[in-house]
């Protein structure tokens, strides 16, 4: 079974710097794929970005950009130019290639934002 | 127009009684989910179903039962409800997008049981 580890529970960062945020991933796969989801304190799940396995360019959505490292499966998120809004717990998800419905999620980093 | 919504969004209520969740999503999308979100903020899946058939059952007790009577619509019934069962319960639809299926969350429900 694919398992999702986030080894920060916790992070915090000032507005207008960088912070990043890491993933690692366990699988046997070749073909998958990675996703960053936002739970801000509304707790509405939004989606942050998403990443092929089969790509090898890193996915960037405006301030998020990943560093996907397949052989290491290692895939972070490094939030840019920090935002008061960007505070929320931030999940990692596996989901398999295929026809596969299922996202494994990680157990979550708490992003907080000082002003 | 809410893309995933679901009713109620909080529900309080005794141990032993039966409640339902309902959820419709507006997308289009074939494919609806039901997740589980604990104290612990940790998600996982309880069931999937595609074009109103169950594809994962998640190794969920048989005291939750879905429902998807079209595929717009996925009701979630807890029968007998126990302490351990209080929880954010989010349902979701999803589409492909370049072969990953990218889910579209309703707002949660959370349910307490006393």
């Known amino acids: 079974a694919q398992t999702v580890t986030q080894s920060q529970p916790e992070m915090s960062v000032q507005e207008a710097e960088t912070v990043t945020l890491s993933c690692t991933y366990d699988t046997s796969e070749s073909d998958y794929y990675l996703f960053w989801y936002k739970q801000p304190p509304s707790r509405q799940m939004i989606l942050v970005i998403r990443q092929e396995a089969y790509k090898q360019q890193n996915a960037t959505e405006n301030r998020f950009s990943v560093n996907f490292q397949k052989a290491a499966k290692s895939f972070s998120l490094k939030i840019s130019d920090s935002q008061l809004g960007d505070a929320a717990m931030y999940f990692c998800?596996?989901?398999?290639?295929?026809?596969?419905?299922?996202?494994?999620f990680g157990k979550g980093t708490l992003l907080t934002v000082n002003p | 127009d809410t893309a995933v919504s679901q009713t109620p969004k909080y529900l309080v209520t005794q141990m032993g009684n039966d409640k339902s969740i309902k959820c419709e999503q507006n997308l289009g999308h074939d494919t609806m989910y039901w997740y589980k979100q604990d104290s612990k903020k940790f998600l996982k899946i309880m069931f999937s179903?595609?074009?109103?058939?169950?594809?994962i059952n998640e190794t969920v007790p048989n005291r939750f039962s879905p429902k998807s009577p079209d595929k717009a619509h996925l009701n979630l019934h807890i029968n007998s409800l126990e302490l351990g069962d209080s929880a954010v319960y989010f349902c979701?639809?999803?589409?492909?997008?370049?072969?990953?299926?990218?889910?579209?969350f309703g707002a949660g429900s959370r349910l307490t049981v006393l």
């Open positions: 998800a596996y989901e398999s290639g295929g026809s596969n419905y299922k996202l494994t």
């Open positions: 179903y595609n074009n109103k058939e169950l594809i």
């Open positions: 979701a639809s999803s589409v492909r997008s370049s072969g990953a299926n990218v889910l579209t």
